[in-house]
């Protein structure tokens, strides 16, 4: 009998950790340490394989657009014992799950974001005491309005580029923090220096590059000798 009350009280010990919440400040982005900028030079690593530059965008770095929801962002987590660095391939974005909490670009000056819901004190799936790396992801709102969206689109975008068009996307830097509760608006996300609360994002000039599905020259030359095959195989039977 007391094996069982153990074993439960083990279980439930377990599913409390799983599921409890802890406070982070959602509040204002400081510019200084979290900004986002487009960059069409460069093909995103969450590109299909084979995907090069597209042709039709003009190279250019600058401040993501100020025209309202055109780009969004979402706070995701890692549960790894260790600080983990910021993905850079679907596999390694598969690991990290979303917290709930998203930002859209400032409308009234590019690059800067602004959150959406709490206006300061906001809750995530981890308790205080426990701490998760943090790293935000941002998209071209042609990726959709929201992360579970997006992250599917990004998933099959090779087939859904010819509706979607070229898009954007990238991540911060990574932060490691636990949440807490004192002061009431929660644990610090955004800064240059390491607190109570952990090591917080400091990601200013944030790349979202360019995320494209038009095969390489060489790629495009195999095809084409590979349907010339074809026709010849046909035409000689």
């Known amino acids: 009998m007391k094996k069982t009350l153990i074993t439960s009280a083990c279980v439930l010990a377990v599913s409390g950790a799983?599921?409890?919440?802890?406070?982070?400040s959602w509040s204002t982005i400081n510019p200084n340490d979290m900004s986002a900028q487009t960059n069409s030079t460069v093909l995103s690593p969450f590109s299909p394989p084979g995907a090069t530059l597209a042709a039709n965008i003009q190279a250019s770095i600058g401040g993501t657009s100020t025209t309202a929801d055109s780009f969004y962002y979402e706070l995701l987590y890692n549960t790894a014992a260790t600080q983990q660095t910021a993905p850079a391939s679907m596999a390694a974005l598969a690991t990290w799950t979303s917290a709930g909490l998203e930002a859209v670009n400032n409308t009234g000056t590019a690059g800067r974001l602004q959150n959406l819901g709490a206006t300061t004190a906001a809750t995530v799936p981890w308790a205080q005491g426990t701490y998760d790396s943090i790293v935000l992801v941002g998209w071209s709102a042609n990726l959709g309005s929201t992360w579970a969206t997006a992250y599917a689109n990004l998933q099959n975008y090779a087939n859904l580029a010819p509706t979607l068009g070229v898009a954007f996307?990238?991540?911060?830097?990574t932060g490691y923090i636990t949440p807490n509760t004192s002061p009431a608006s929660g644990a610090t996300l955004w800064g240059s220096t390491a607190n109570a609360s952990g090591t917080p994002i400091f990601s200013p000039n944030t790349q979202l590059e360019e995320v494209n599905?038009?095969?390489e020259p060489g790629t495009l030359a195999l095809a084409a000798l590979g349907g010339a095959s074809l026709l010849m195989?046909?035409?000689k039977k």
Do not use: K
């Open 18 to 24: 799983a599921f409890a919440q802890g406070v982070v």
């Open 169 to 173: 996307f990238g991540v911060s830097t």
């Open 213 to 215: 599905s038009v095969p």
């Open 233 to 235: 195989f046909r035409r």
